[in-house]
Structure formats: structure tokens, C-alpha cells
């Protein structure tokens, strides 16, 4: 039996109900909307709705987002439930008044009513993704950290031992400084100081052996987004892994509503003017601006031919970056589709 969490969300609070196949309540839960909160709603779920279940999340973007890509995460499937469906459902009910849990189940029931919503879920290859991206992420912020720590150590060992910025992750230097640092100073600091360049040293390693293997599946999952300009093996991951099968997207503007590209007027008395959007998946907006910027400094390129005809049109800079990311969002759509619908990279960009 295929069991349904409905989940009423809010700003501070998320509300669930599990409901089985006829609609009828089993269990309910409300939680913090935090990342513990989160955690723990999963946590409830398995215990109450074990076995194969769908959660239906009413579909409130700037509250709902955070809630989404922990349950995608976590390996769940996720409906988005129009506002609207949920009125409906809750109106033909016996239960009377209005509260979370009534709200929640209201949900849970026009998701069953409503079988063909678009289903968020993730692959075993694109989850795979996400899961490494995701841990390779963690390991370069805690390496930054102890970088950072790293380097006042030294400072208070000797001033004149200043290493380049942004070398600190080459394993040469890092082999040199813990040799220099043995050899001519003891103590407590010079204690730590080692330490830290062996810690270092160990997560350099683990996240170059994490961003081959990254690599590898990429290429398998997504071959031909690295034919994208500007779009790497990391960039190309992160895209699979936060996008969670493309087809449940109606088109690529949907699409690039939720990566926060589509343009948002900046201006009631103007049509031509658009800001940058601050909605929708940032991480998937952040692997976009990456490949932006890059194409940008790419002599030669369509998408740096786009870019400065934009500004020749008088845009700002972040005008024409927010056009240009707009239609980048059109081109990876295409390219996440199976091979008989995608059109080739290089045109839309200088459309």
C-alpha cells in the first residue's frame, strides 16, 4: 500500500499527515521549519508510513523550497499540490473549520484525487550526485576552515611564512610547510600548526579522489552537459543532482522559474526593465551564474557574443548577466532531455 504525507507548510512550522489510499488520516505531526525539523519529519514518516510512500507538499514556493530539497535528499517523492486543489478538497470534507492537520490532509486527499501531478524524485544516478557534491562541499569548508586557522599559526611562528593565497590545498606546499614548520620550531603552536597542515593535507586528497569519481558518473548521467561551454564536471553535477528528473518540469520556462532565472520586472511603468530573481533553487542558480561568468570571459564565444550585445544595448552588467543566465536555463533544459528532443548548446545561447 502506497501511503501519502501531506504537509500543510508555514514560515516558522510544518504540519504532516500521513493518509492512506482512501484519504483517511493514520498518524500527524508538526515540526520546526529548520533542517532539524526536517530531519525529524522524515524520521516520523518512516516509522508511520514505512514501505513506499509520496509526499504531497502544498505548492508555496518561498516556504515550501527548503522543505523540498531536504525531502529530495533524503530520497523521497515529492508532489507540489496547487493551492487551489487543496481548497477544493477540504470543502467536500465532513470535518469542519480550519487548522493545519485539516489543511495537511486536504492535501494528502487532492493528491490522491489528482494522480497525475508532476513527481519530484531523484535516480540512483542523480542521487548518487547530489549525495557527493554535497559531501565534497562539506569537505572544502571544513579544509577552508582549517586553513584559516592554519594560517595564523604561522603568522605567530614566523611572520615571514606567508603561503600564496589559494595554495594551501597543493600537496607540495603543504609537505614543505610541515617540514619547515618540524624542523625549526616547538612548542604548542608549532604543535597544532602541524596538525592542522596533516588534516589539510588528508581532505586535499579526499576531495580530488571525490571530484573524479564525480566526474566519472557525470559523464555517464549527463554526457553531453559538459559539452555545455563553461559547464565542468562539478557544475554539470550539481545541476543533475538539484534538478531531480527534468520531466516533471511542463516546459523550460517552468524550469527556469525554479532555478530563479526567469526575469522579474523591476519597473511598473516600464516593460524592458528586469531584475535578477532571489527565488527559487539557489544552488541551481549558482551552477547557472558559474557558467554565465565563464562564457563571458570565453573569447570567441556565443554566449560572450550575447553578453556584449546586451550591454552595447545599454543593459547594466547584471542586466545582461540575468538575460544571459535566463537563456542558459533554456539551453540545459534541453540538454537534461532525452537525446531525441535537445536542441544543440550552442544555439540558444546567442539567440
Same mark, same amino acid.
Given at each position: 500500500? /502506497?501511503?501519502?504525507?501531506? /504537509?500543510?507548510?508555514?514560515?516558522?512550522?510544518?504540519?504532516?499527515?500521513?493518509?492512506?489510499?482512501?484519504?483517511?488520516?493514520?498518524?500527524?505531526?508538526?515540526?520546526?521549519?529548520?533542517?532539524?525539523?526536517?530531519?525529524?519529519?522524515?524520521?516520523?514518516?518512516?516509522?508511520?508510513?514505512?514501505?513506499?510512500?509520496?509526499?504531497?507538499?502544498?505548492?508555496?514556493?518561498?516556504?515550501?523550497?527548503?522543505?523540498?530539497?531536504?525531502?529530495?535528499?533524503?530520497?523521497?517523492?515529492?508532489?507540489?499540490?496547487?493551492?487551489?486543489?487543496?481548497?477544493?478538497?477540504?470543502?467536500?470534507?465532513?470535518?469542519?473549520?480550519?487548522?493545519?492537520?485539516?489543511?495537511?490532509?486536504?492535501?494528502?486527499?487532492?493528491?490522491?484525487?489528482?494522480?497525475?501531478?508532476?513527481?519530484?524524485?531523484?535516480?540512483?544516478?542523480?542521487?548518487?550526485?547530489?549525495?557527493?557534491?554535497?559531501?565534497?562541499?562539506?569537505?572544502?569548508? *571544513?579544509?577552508?576552515?582549517?586553513?584559516?586557522?592554519?594560517?595564523?599559526?604561522?603568522?605567530?611562528?614566523?611572520?615571514?611564512?606567508?603561503?600564496?593565497?589559494?595554495?594551501?590545498?597543493?600537496?607540495?606546499?603543504?609537505?614543505?610547510?610541515?617540514?619547515?614548520?618540524?624542523?625549526?620550531?616547538?612548542?604548542?603552536?608549532?604543535?597544532?600548526?602541524?596538525?592542522?597542515?596533516?588534516?589539510?593535507?588528508?581532505?586535499?586528497?579526499?576531495?580530488?579522489?571525490?571530484?573524479?569519481?564525480?566526474?566519472?558518473?557525470?559523464?555517464?548521467?549527463?554526457?553531453?552537459?559538459?559539452?555545455?561551454?563553461?559547464?565542468?564536471?562539478?557544475?554539470?553535477?550539481?545541476?543533475?543532482? *538539484?534538478?531531480?528528473?527534468?520531466?516533471?518540469?511542463?516546459?523550460?520556462?517552468?524550469?527556469?522559474?525554479?532555478?530563479?532565472?526567469?526575469?522579474?520586472?523591476?519597473?511598473?511603468?516600464?516593460?524592458?526593465?528586469?531584475?535578477?530573481?532571489?527565488?527559487?533553487?539557489?544552488?541551481?542558480?549558482?551552477?547557472?551564474?558559474?557558467?554565465? /561568468?565563464?562564457?563571458?570571459?570565453?573569447?570567441?564565444?556565443?554566449?560572450?557574443?550575447?553578453?556584449?550585445?546586451?550591454?552595447?544595448?545599454?543593459?547594466?552588467?547584471?542586466?545582461?548577466?540575468?538575460?544571459?543566465?535566463?537563456?542558459?536555463?533554456?539551453?540545459?533544459?534541453?540538454?537534461?532531455?532525452?537525446?531525441?528532443?535537445?536542441?544543440?548548446?550552442?544555439?540558444?545561447?546567442?539567440?
Amino acid at each position: 500500500m /502506497v501511503l501519502t504525507v501531506g /504537509v500543510d507548510v508555514h514560515k516558522d512550522t510544518h504540519t504532516a499527515v500521513v493518509a492512506d489510499e482512501l484519504g483517511r488520516e493514520l498518524a500527524k505531526r508538526t515540526v520546526s521549519a529548520t533542517d532539524t525539523g526536517h530531519r525529524a519529519l522524515v524520521g516520523w514518516a518512516a516509522r508511520h508510513a514505512a514501505g513506499e510512500r509520496t509526499w504531497a507538499v502544498e505548492d508555496c514556493r518561498h516556504v515550501s523550497t527548503r522543505l523540498e530539497r531536504a525531502l529530495l535528499g533524503a530520497g523521497e517523492q515529492v508532489v507540489r499540490v496547487p493551492p487551489k486543489l487543496m481548497a477544493g478538497a477540504r470543502s467536500s470534507a465532513r470535518t469542519r473549520g480550519k487548522s493545519d492537520p485539516i489543511d495537511a490532509l486536504a492535501i494528502a486527499r487532492a493528491a490522491l484525487r489528482e494522480p497525475d501531478l508532476p513527481v519530484a524524485e531523484h535516480d540512483q544516478s542523480s542521487r548518487e550526485l547530489k549525495l557527493l557534491v554535497d559531501h565534497r562541499e562539506d569537505l572544502v569548508a *571544513e579544509r577552508t576552515r582549517m586553513q584559516n586557522r592554519l594560517r595564523w599559526h604561522l603568522h605567530e611562528l614566523d611572520p615571514g611564512i606567508d603561503p600564496p593565497a589559494r595554495r594551501l590545498g597543493e600537496i607540495g606546499l603543504l609537505d614543505a610547510l610541515a617540514a619547515r614548520v618540524a624542523e625549526q620550531h616547538s612548542g604548542m603552536v608549532a604543535r597544532l600548526a602541524g596538525e592542522l597542515l596533516a588534516d589539510i593535507r588528508e581532505r586535499t586528497l579526499r576531495i580530488r579522489a571525490l571530484e573524479r569519481e564525480i566526474t566519472t558518473l557525470t559523464r555517464q548521467a549527463a554526457p553531453r552537459l559538459l559539452e555545455l561551454p563553461g559547464c565542468g564536471a562539478l557544475t554539470a553535477a550539481k545541476i543533475v543532482g *538539484e534538478t531531480a528528473r527534468p520531466g516533471r518540469f511542463r516546459s523550460e520556462a517552468c524550469f527556469a522559474m525554479h532555478a530563479g532565472a526567469a526575469p522579474i520586472p523591476a519597473s511598473s511603468g516600464r516593460t524592458d526593465r528586469h531584475r535578477l530573481a532571489r527565488g527559487g533553487n539557489r544552488q541551481l542558480n549558482v551552477a547557472l551564474h558559474r557558467i554565465a /561568468v565563464t562564457q563571458t570571459r570565453l573569447p570567441n564565444s556565443l554566449g560572450q557574443a550575447y553578453y556584449q550585445r546586451r550591454r552595447a544595448r545599454g543593459d547594466t552588467t547584471m542586466e545582461a548577466l540575468r538575460a544571459l543566465k535566463r537563456r542558459l536555463a533554456r539551453v540545459v533544459f534541453n540538454l537534461l532531455q532525452p537525446p531525441t528532443t535537445t536542441v544543440p548548446a550552442s544555439q540558444p545561447t546567442a539567440a
